[in-house]
């Protein structure tokens, strides 16, 4: 009886469900719960990337675009303002962004946050950043010459990469430390021949990259803390730098533009300035979801190969010199980029570790 007794007990024992090693009873359906909590998560984990696919694919098109557009109304026809272009962009992102706010179509969902104390402490510095930035990044042209620029540009990761380390918002890598440095040496070599030296347009262009670079630090802890959809960030950000900006243009440009009567090109073909404040609100749009869907940084790095894909084109369509260096530079660039993301992806791998 004994030994009858322990065979049907083990026989009970081993048809009773096995507790989970992760602590559910009943591993059938526990193992269920969480392969389908993976498998949302890998789905999630698909989305978010697909989405920051997307955006970058489409603020890499219409900035682009807009440079062209932009080269085109200063250089050619005559339209040298470069704030007031610029500002027509912010304007209209504010007065689009406002139009869906009042209508309803977006709601405001932090509208208790944004007292006028915190927009005084968060949203100007950004506003001010960002004119600072647009402005004296616009008014180089005048001083320096294209290769030039592009030289000192090269400095924009590196420079972007201590201001976040700095704020705490990007951890050191060495795969992203090094697609950064040859992004950065790539896009001097590239830019390696003619130099148009001014003290003052370096000056300009050094403070337009420490201005853009900090204002990166503000624009990802303001929207990837807080969490601001993208026309609700807009609607709170935009009139800031278009304050600034209209600061800038009342000194810089208003009274020139007064008297030379500027405003006649304006009228004459007001579909060209349209395109161009419609675009700038497109670019300002992506800008932000970039940033939201990746970092300040990864949206500077893909500035450099944006900047290298644009310089190509220009090759191609417009038919701008380029040498044998200047093309090893933009390669360089390019494989900088992808070594660099590659680096983020180790980060990230790293970072899924750790939390499971």
Known sequence: MSSQSDAYAMRDRMDAPRDDPRGNAGGGVGS???????????????????RAVTY?????????GLIFLNNFLMRDYGFSYPMTLCSMGVASSWLISLALVTSGKVQLKHSKLVTRRWYVKHILPIGLLGAVSLGFGNYVYLYLSVSFIQMLKSAVPAVT???MFTAGLEKLHGTTLAGV?????????AAYGEV??????????????????????????????????LIEGLFIMAPASLLFLAIGIALFELRDFVDNGTVYILLD???????????????NLLTLGVIKCTSGLTFKVMGQAKNAAVVLLAVVFVGNPVTFIQVIGYALSIFGFLVYQRGKMEQQAIAAARCG
């Not at 269920?32 to 978010?48: I, M």
């Not at 970058?56 to 098109?61: Q, V």
């Not at 990259?209 to 900090?214: G, N, P, S, Y």
């Not at 073909?269 to 670019?283: D, E, Q």
């Open 161 to 163: 990469l201590a201001v």
């Open 32 to 50: 269920v719960a969480v392969d389908a909590s993976a498998s949302a998560s890998r789905n999630t984990r698909v989305g978010e990337y697909a």
């Open 181 to 189: 440095g040859v992004v950065t040496f790539g896009t001097f070599l």
């Open 196 to 229: 148009k030296f001014s003290a003052l347009g370096v000056f300009m262009m050094l403070t337009s990259e420490f201005a853009e670079a900090i204002r990166m630090a503000f624009y990802q802890y303001v929207l990837g803390n807080l969490k601001f959809d």
């Open 269 to 283: 073909s007001p579909h060209y300035f349209i395109a161009a404040a419609l675009m700038g609100f497109a670019v």
């Open 56 to 64: 970058s694919a489409l603020w890499a098109c219409t900035s682009s």
